[in-house]
């Protein structure tokens, strides 16, 4: 089998709460994500997706992604795409660097080899935990007041973790921390996820303000030792982000005590296989992991969930479903959640079943 067409679709995805709101000023009230679908000589078909936070936030952005998948067309057309780890090297050796641009095309051969072997992806991953990964919601950033409304308002849906989008000022954030908080039960889950927003000493301001509150800290500041330097002074289990992205890094953060959890983002390293190799790392570290991608409609997050309902429960603290935050469907046979937990779908491979018609004309396609 070989990959004989490649299309690439640009879509966007705006959001349904109207905007999304994070440190540094980001602020967007749609995501653009780009599609791939891979058509092969015996007529299977895989999709895959990428969508990054706009342009400031990670070295991604949308255009870029598209630009990388056809500077590796060339490598992807006439592969075996039920051999994904042999293709990500070749794509590596393609092209250095820039993995979000290869996530879309490795998440489509894990959907493809998937349907070829007639199981689901989170099987090929290693088989299902129980009946799900545990769901968090992101909030996105506000007021306190408003910031712990919704966060009321996302416990009664059933979620039992949160993510609040902080990494402002280090004593409003703090006002927004405890007034969260306050909404949450004792084992309720709360990260507070300033995105790089703090300096060192600002990082170290808040979690003083906050040492007495149960809460997670995510990623204060933009550099590795930035941030193990504010570890160092904090009481807080400790999440890095951004800077994981991946084995290297990995290793580095675990043998000096960096981070207590990981948040592991496929398209930030490169899709599915590279995840897979992370992921299993982390399991045998006894690293926990907040599974997910940068963003998404139905695809990226079906990959969310087989990846996320394919890793033991020890080892998974949340996984989220970014396409129930969308105002915009992009694909029948979304993972179903229910009480806070998110399953892989059922179905071959991803499982679910593109609308065409939503995403219109493809914007390239390469044969």
């Known amino acids: ?157 059933g979620y039992q973790n949160f993510q609040l989008k902080v990494g402002e000022d280090p004593v409003v954030d703090a006002e927004r921390i405890r007034a969260a908080r306050a909404e949450l039960d004792p084992e309720h889950l709360l990260d507070a996820d300033c995105n790089t927003g703090l300096s060192q000493h600002e990082a170290v301001r808040l979690v003083r303000e906050i040492r007495d509150v149960d809460v997670y800290v995510e990623q204060p500041c933009p550099t590795y030792e930035e941030c193990r330097a504010v570890r160092q002074k904090c009481d807080h289990p400790f999440v890095l982000d951004e800077v994981m992205d991946g084995v290297g890094p990995i290793v580095r953060g675990y043998n000096e005590d960096a981070m207590d959890a990981v948040n592991l983002k496929i398209a930030k390293v490169g899709g599915l296989t590279r995840a897979r190799a992370i992921r299993d790392l982390c399991t045998e570290l006894g690293l926990s992991m907040i599974i997910e991608d940068s963003w998404g409609s139905e695809i990226a997050t079906s990959a969310i969930a087989h990846l996320a309902h394919s890793t033991p429960p020890e080892a998974v603290l949340a996984t989220t479903d970014f396409h129930d935050y969308n105002a915009v469907t992009t694909a029948d046979g979304a993972p179903e959640t229910s009480g806070g937990v998110m399953a892989a779908p059922s179905g071959d491979g991803l499982g679910i079943e593109p609308h065409e018609d939503v995403l219109g004309d493809p914007v390239a396609t390469y044969s």
């Open 1 to 157: 089998m070989e990959v004989t067409e490649i299309s690439v679709y640009s879509v966007d995805l705006p959001i349904a709460e109207g905007s999304y709101d994070w440190s540094g000023g980001n602020s967007y009230e749609a995501f653009e994500a780009t599609v791939v679908r891979l058509r092969t000589d015996e007529g299977v078909t895989g999709w895959g997706e990428v969508a990054t936070l706009g342009s400031s936030y990670l070295p991604a952005y949308p255009r870029g992604a598209r630009a990388g998948i056809e500077e590796l067309a060339g490598t992807v057309l006439g592969s075996d795409p039920t051999q994904p780890a042999v293709l990500a090297d070749r794509l590596d050796r393609r092209l250095g660097g820039h993995p979000y641009a290869k996530s879309g095309i490795d998440v489509a051969c894990w959907d493809l080899t998937g349907k070829v072997a007639d199981e689901p992806v989170a099987d090929l991953l290693g088989g299902r935990f129980g009946d799900g990964a545990p769901l968090y919601r992101a909030i996105s950033k506000g007021t306190p007041a408003e910031m712990a409304e919704r966060v009321a308002y996302y416990r009664d849906e």
